[in-house]
Nanobody, 124 residues
Framework: QVQLVESGGGLVQTGGSLRLSCAASGRTLNDYAIGWFRQGPGKEREFVSAIRWSLGSTYYADSVKGRFSLSRDKGKNTVYLQMNNLQPEDTAVYFC?????????????????WGQGTQVTVSS
């Protein structure tokens, strides 16, 4: 069992930055992939970014490439999503998720554990 807790959301102006954190507990993550998804108002939950924990290899949705950066701190069992040049269309609840097998997926289904989400609001 893995527990995930997101933090770092808030209100920011267009062009601003935020850093989201996803702290994991309950298991070591060597065999896991950690993903970030977001769900905007009236929209489906969509893939944002993911990291293969053991290798540190990262993946991004086209919509955030060049603006978002994903990293992990093994000692703290925490993943960080640095979000720069935020736009109003980035407004959403952001969720982190853990997938037991280490291969990253951009689909929601393969992820086994989810956090409660953190709200990001970008004002125009």
């Amino acid at each position: 069992q893995v527990q995930l807790v997101e933090s770092g959301g808030g209100l920011v102006q267009t062009g601003g930055s935020l850093r989201l954190s996803c702290a994991a507990s309950g298991r070591t993550l060597n065999d896991y992939a950690i993903g970030w998804f977001r769900q905007g108002p009236g929209k489906e939950r969509e893939f944002v970014s993911a990291i293969r924990w053991s290798l540190g290899s990262t993946y991004y949705a086209d919509s955030v490439k060049g603006r978002f950066s994903l990293s992990r701190d093994k000692g703290k069992n925490t993943v960080y999503l640095q979000m720069n040049n935020l736009q109003p269309e980035d407004t959403a609840v952001y969720f982190c998720a853990a997938k037991v097998r280490p291969i990253v997926s951009t689909m929601r289904g393969p992820y086994d554990y989810w956090g409660q989400g953190t709200q990001v609001t970008v004002s125009s």
